[in-house]
């Protein structure tokens, strides 16, 4: 028997468990089973990964009395789009800085969060790069001048607390597999900023030790990632001393598939989105899981992949199709 492992408090806000799937494409080899996990349906509005993310994170920052929610990402973060939401649903206010030029027309995910009400701030990317602690300093500092009580959400809810989403996920995956008759899975996942494969690879680690996992880098590279994973599973280690979170050695990045850059598109990758759609009824995403399971494809074009049985995440994604519909155009 594994020892327990004592999760902190959480907020529902996903419909989850979501199912695990096959999926047959017409060009994937004869010797390997392909999954899915659809966390692309953990919501309508409010889905993807970050919502499971954020029900440990809104149950912090509820637990702390905060009233408005601050976070930060690029134009079309679904991180952003999801926080603006739970921050509507739970009568919050929402702050977002934006990397990017304000466009006329909003459109994808940020129309979604401007329709939720947020305010948002955008900043030329080099500028955001320099001065992002900052901007959440002072934004968190206007807000409390104004007798507010804001709550900073990093980048993409990846820490030691959004990170709780994914080990719960894994845990479904673990009953999953039972379930289904997996075994020895390889499971793989988008790596955007690190918090779904540290919850994947420590949850899996847990409760199901034979499980690997693959984490398809879509922005840095693999020397980051790994050890970001470290250092977000080590500070949950620090924060939630009792919790018996293990430190994961179960997983590795991949960085091949970033193409020209993140959230920038190569003909590939489109015609992957295109393939999933028409033989499967999955709208993969351009910045994310669309570049993963290209790079999962192409993995196993190569003969690179051990396994039988293989576990995609979809961790969702969706409104940033629309920004795309040029390139998606079949
Ligand atoms: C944010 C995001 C990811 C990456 O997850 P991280 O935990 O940030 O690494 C993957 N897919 C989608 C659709 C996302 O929005």
Redesign the pocket.
Known sequence: MTPELIFPARKPLAQIPTRLQSLNLTDAPHDKRLWIKRDDLTGAALS???IR?LEYVLAQALAEGADTLVTCGGFQ???CRATALTAAAHGLGCELILRGEKPDNLDGNLLLGAMAGADYRCYRAPDYHRNLPLLLRQTAERLKAQGKNPFVIP??A?DEIGLWG?IQAAQELAQDFVALGIERPLVV?????????AGLAAGLAHFCPDARVL?VA?CDNQSYFEQRVQEDIAKAQQVYPQSGLQMPTNYRVNDEFIGPGYAKGYPALYKTIQQLAREAGVIL?P???GK?FYGLAELMRRGAIAQRDIVFIH???IF?VFPEREALQP
């Open positions: 993807g990964n970050k993310k973060s679904n991180h980048t993409g990846s994914y996942c988008a790596v955007g900023s690190g918090g779904t494969l984490g879509v995403d910045v994310y899981t993963a961790t969702g994604g940033g």
